[in-house]
């Protein structure tokens, strides 16, 4: 449909809601013909996007939702810059190097470790980087060694409870996940078994520091006494450790520092994090690490001109927005190491807060009260004899804007039905004793209400559950 000019020149004086632009259907399936105001274009999207929910009240979230004006700012204002020119963007990418050190230094690197690592787009970015150096360095190690390295696949060891990311490096580079269930006893990988799935196909063992699910932290030291039995015994396979650490890596320096599961230990030779988590930026930034140069495969490393001269770089994306490092960096600058630890401390205290509300409900039987990460993660007790399930509870808390996510455990303990908050910087005492009293209240309606249950079974007979990827 062509514009009327006259209509045109209507809207520049007219309110936009009585535009004749405003009015017209917004772009569903091919382009316009005529462009419209760039102020009735904002207005359009920004109503489109205004059922979405406040993300500050999404308990579902690792990704950070508040950043500071001064922060958001330098973001805009370096929007254009590329993050993989170097060469024409030197100083920021002198900005990255910086955040690399800090990391590395955060992370216990050794005074003899020649480390290297780099900016990617989230940890999943990194968690694949990290993943292909432990397939490259483990083929060339077997090949060396006379292993037939097409007789079986290479192996990756996991507990059941990662992230999905990982479930995509299996399929994208052609590795086998091999999967530590879970159980009620261990919620994070079990010790005691995972040495049982070992092979000299094992290009390396993922330990989760703060599993997705519950927040749970895999016992990194135990699996570093673990393999380093193994590779006293083993005559040329050298089992390594990445550390998934992208919600904890950002955390636990702050918060838990005597804590050992990083660059401290022997075998944890990478670590990813997302900087959009618990580095505080918004979404697009994660980083991945090497304890020494000598775990990252030469083949890995691509080399581009920079100032003249060359810097490696390793990404699987190209082209993006140098604006989530910048931000990084400012965290880094702004808030230094106290910053962090006053944040995130306050941050745990409001995540025991609540599952201390939670407790005295007598209603909820607590998996993590918020201990080592802030993430608040609990069952339903079996005996409570409600009529009403979690989903019930978390359609209830929609109706005050929250948004609370209900799913099932993972694999062998599936039948549990758990809730889980993700406490952030920006959930206050106020805004946490505004969602308790919400909750309470829910749970009040809803035992008042009649619960009209969904079928068991959905039409084509699979037990009804919803689900949750992050
Ligand atoms: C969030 C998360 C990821 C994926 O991180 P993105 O930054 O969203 O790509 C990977 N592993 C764990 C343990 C996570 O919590």
């Given at each position: ?6 209509n ?80 024409e ?10 955040c ?13 470790d ?15 980087l990290?993943?292909?150096?432990m ?16 007789a079986?696949?290479?192996n ?17 580079w ?12 261990h ?7 995972l ?14 520091l703060?599993?997705t699910y ?14 380093d ?32 599961w ?12 997302s ?23 030469e083949e890995?490393?691509f080399?581009?001109?920079y ?9 699987i ?59 608040v993660?609990?069952?339903?007790k ?6 009403w399930?979690?989903y019930?509870l ?10 609370v996510?209900?799913y099932?455990?993972p ?41 009209l ?9 699979k ?8």
């Amino acid at each position: 449909m062509l514009h009327d000019r006259r209509n045109e020149k209507h809207d520049a004086k007219m309110p936009i809601y009585g535009s004749y632009a405003e009015d017209s259907a917004i772009v569903k399936t091919s382009l316009r013909r005529s462009p419209i105001d760039a102020q009735i274009a904002y207005r359009l999207i920004s109503d489109e996007l205004m059922d979405e929910g406040n993300a500050r009240q999404n308990f579902a979230t690792f990704c950070q939702t508040y950043m500071e004006p001064e922060a958001v700012q330098l973001m805009s204002e370096t929007l254009e810059k590329n993050a993989i020119d170097k060469s024409e963007y030197p100083q920021t990418a002198k900005l990255e190097n910086y955040c690399v050190n800090v990391l590395a230094d955060l992370w216990s690197v050794q005074k003899d470790d020649d480390f290297i690592g780099t900016s990617t787009v989230g940890s999943s970015e990194a968690c694949m980087l990290a993943g292909m150096a432990m397939k490259f360095r483990w083929r060339t190690m077997a090949k060396e060694n006379g292993l037939d390295i097409n007789a079986q696949k290479p192996n990756l060891i996991i507990s059941s409870g990662f992230q999905v990311c990982w479930e995509k490096f299996g399929v994208y580079w052609d590795v086998d996940l091999i999967e530590v269930p879970v159980d009620s006893k261990h919620m994070s990988i079990n010790t005691d078994i995972l040495m049982d799935y070992v092979n000299e196909y094992t290009i390396g063992i993922v330990g989760i520091l703060g599993i997705t699910y519950t927040g749970k932290f895999d016992d990194i030291e135990k699996i570093n006494h673990l393999v380093d039995d193994y590779n006293k015994k083993s005559k040329w396979h050298e089992l390594v450790i990445h550390v998934d650490g992208a919600s904890g890596a950002m955390f636990t320096p702050f918060v838990n520092p005597e804590l050992p599961w990083d660059f401290r230990l022997k075998h944890v030779v990478s670590i990813n994090t997302s900087g959009h988590k618990y580095g505080l930026v918004y979404p697009g930034i994660g980083w991945v690490l090497w304890k020494d140069k000598k775990y990252l495969p030469e083949e890995l490393v691509f080399d581009v001109s920079y100032l003249g001269g060359h810097m490696p770089t390793m990404a699987i994306n190209f082209s993006r927005s140098a604006s989530q490092v910048i931000a990084q960096y400012y965290n880094f600058l702004r808030l230094g190491f106290d910053g962090y630890r006053g944040i995130h401390e306050r941050t745990k205290k409001v995540a025991l807060f609540l599952s201390k509300a939670l407790e005295e409900t007598g209603l909820f039987e607590i998996y993590n009260d918020g201990a080592n990460l802030p993430i608040v993660c609990y069952t339903l007790k079996a005996d409570t004899d409600k009529e009403w399930t979690l989903y019930d509870l978390t359609d209830r808390l929609q109706m005050k804007g929250w948004q609370v996510p209900t799913y099932p455990l993972p694999k062998d303990m599936e039948d549990v039905l758990i809730q889980r908050y993700v406490c952030r910087a920006d959930l206050g005492f106020n805004v946490a004793e505004e969602f308790v009293a919400d909750l309470n209240e829910a749970v009040e309606e809803l035992d008042k209400a009649r619960i009209l249950a969904p079928k068991a079974e959905t039409t084509d007979g699979k037990k009804e559950t919803r689900g949750f990827t992050h």
